[in-house]
């Protein structure tokens, strides 16, 4: 393990480059280029807008641009990173069976290239909640810690979906349903609290809304953006604590997952 | 003497799988109805054993499929032994396909980086040899165009330039470079040369036994992923050929 990190510190020029590479790639022959980074939250914005203040208005919530904002930020962030790495590995078999590399490198530039998108498109929301009359208070402060919890969340996830993805190839189209679900069961453009108490499903009553967000750490780590950029409030700490757990959870498996068969991705992928 | 490369009983199995389940679909019909898996065990490598001192140019011959690329494999750390033990001391500069890595969309400049990266040197140390590897590479009036507008013999010369010029201790060349013209093939050999005399390790692996006996000291002779013979250059290359010759 210690071993695995100083060659990892060896190789920062390649983790540095790579994630460049991915941001240049992304944006190369577009007419607006790197503007997309701004644009795209805010093109979402406004969709999720007319769709739930004007055609759909029994839904709303007050101040709906800033509401969604802050969730969908985040959530880009994490379902980019996801999807990107699935094809992290086998869109760099030839690398990978070229020259030798500490591997982890792949999955981590992927996610830690769209940080940098997130960390850029942080700026529009820091814009759009001076328009908007956002609440500044000291729970900004918070913001870094939530970011570095969904970015253990986050790798924990990249490193076991891209080595599933040596192995299966439709691990990516399973991951696309996947991800939409997903989209789906995290409340970014709804509230939690439209979520019912107690709804009964064969026999079983359940409560919804606790269920949301036991099982799901995006659905408590977006709750926590939105507490904190939205309210103006403190996050509720058992939650975020307890997710903190799961994600470090998460990274530690996929990691192990990503270790077991990374000696033998030269002659898999 | 120390040992820049030591190979340690090495051995190196493949697994061909001839039906391999490669969605989660064909894995849940594998369960429900087996078929004959039919895979195949294949050595590559089997014991070998070998050692190349620190300094020394050291030759690796053998018919095709004797399994020389796969022992530049395990130096190079692209492939894991199945069993045994590979240890190099030091950076090893894969030449294993030159230009791996580039990427066409992005300038020479960057790829140069990129590759430089590539092969696990620091920031500080790309910018140092920067110019070095383009002026290697004759390349300089090119150098911010993208790679996808350059030639194959140009991305071939800035691959050279790139893996030649960051400096290993252990320099891996497979078969000959059919790099560019003549007038630079001569200047890969004159690196290759400058290498020696600095000291340097260098594999050289090629059916041309004449540069093999021109360029190494001693060399190891491969047969079916067995160590055959090894020792000083002319002994080992003068057995092969007799073992050749007898077949002719």
């Not at chain 1, 999955?107 to 609440?135: D, K, Y």
Request: contains cysteine; charged residues 20%.
């Amino acid at each position: 393990m210690l071993q695995t990190w100083r060659e990892l510190l060896q190789y920062r020029f390649l983790l540095k480059q790579l994630i460049i590479l991915n941001l240049k790639v992304r944006y190369k022959n577009s007419v607006l280029g790197f503007l997309w980074t701004f644009l795209n939250p805010l093109f979402m914005m406004l969709v999720f807008t007319v769709l739930f203040t004007i055609m759909l208005p029994q839904a709303s919530v007050p101040n709906f641009p800033l509401f969604v904002l802050v969730a969908l930020l985040p959530w880009q962030f994490f379902s980019n990173s996801v999807m990107m790495s699935t094809s992290s590995v086998v869109g760099n078999a030839h690398l990978i069976k070229k020259v030798y590399f500490p591997r982890e490198v792949l999955p981590l530039s992927t996610v830690l290239s769209n940080l940098v998108n997130f960390a850029l498109a942080l700026v529009v929301l820091f814009g759009m909640m001076v328009v908007l009359r956002g609440p500044f208070t000291i729970w900004i402060l918070l913001l870094p810690l939530i970011i570095a919890v969904q970015l253990i969340f986050t790798l924990g996830c990249a490193f076991f979906l891209s080595t599933a993805t040596v192995f299966y190839r439709d691990v990516p189209m399973i991951m696309d349903v996947l991800m939409l679900a997903w989209f789906f069961l995290t409340p970014i453009f709804y509230p939690i609290s439209i979520l019912p108490q107690s709804r009964e499903l064969l026999g079983v009553v359940l409560n919804v809304q606790r269920l949301a967000y036991i099982l799901n750490p995006m659905a408590s780590l977006i709750a926590s953006y939105r507490v904190i950029l939205y309210d103006g409030s403190p996050p509720a700490w058992d939650f975020l604590l307890r997710t903190t757990v799961t994600a470090i959870g998460f990274l530690i498996l996929g990691y192990l997952f990503f270790r077991r068969f990374r000696r033998s991705m030269a002659e898999e992928v | 003497m120390s040992a820049a490369v030591s190979f340690d009983d090495v051995s190196k199995r493949f697994v061909l799988r001839h039906e391999r389940a490669y969605t989660v679909l064909e894995s849940v019909i594998g369960l429900v109805k087996p078929t004959r898996r039919s895979t195949e065990e294949f050595w590559a490598l089997r014991e070998v054993s070998f050692e190349i001192v620190a300094g020394e140019t050291f030759g690796i011959i053998g018919p095709n499929g004797a399994g020389k690329s796969t022992v530049l494999k395990l130096m190079a750390r692209i492939l894991e032994p199945t069993s045994g033990e590979v240890t190099v001391r030091g950076r090893i500069s894969p030449l294993l396909e030159l230009g791996a890595g580039f990427h066409p969309e992005l300038t020479g400049r960057e790829n140069v980086y990129l590759n430089a990266a590539l092969f696990g040197v620091s920031q500080a140390e790309a910018q140092d040899r920067y110019d070095q590897i383009v002026e290697f590479s004759e390349l300089r009036d090119f150098i911010d165009a993208p790679l996808k507008h350059y030639s194959s013999g140009m991305y071939m010369r800035l691959g050279f330039a790139v893996a030649a010029n960051i400096i290993p201790d252990v320099l891996l060349v497979d078969e000959f470079l059919a790099v560019g013209d003549e007038a630079f093939q001569k200047k890969c050999l004159s690196k290759i040369e400058e290498f020696r005399r600095e000291g340097r390790t260098i594999v050289f692996v090629s059916h041309s036994l004449r540069t093999v006996e021109d360029l190494c000291s001693r060399a190891l002779w491969l047969d079916h992923g067995r160590v055959e013979a090894i020792g000083p250059t002319a002994d080992v290359v003068e057995r092969y050929l007799e073992s050749v010759g007898t077949g002719a």
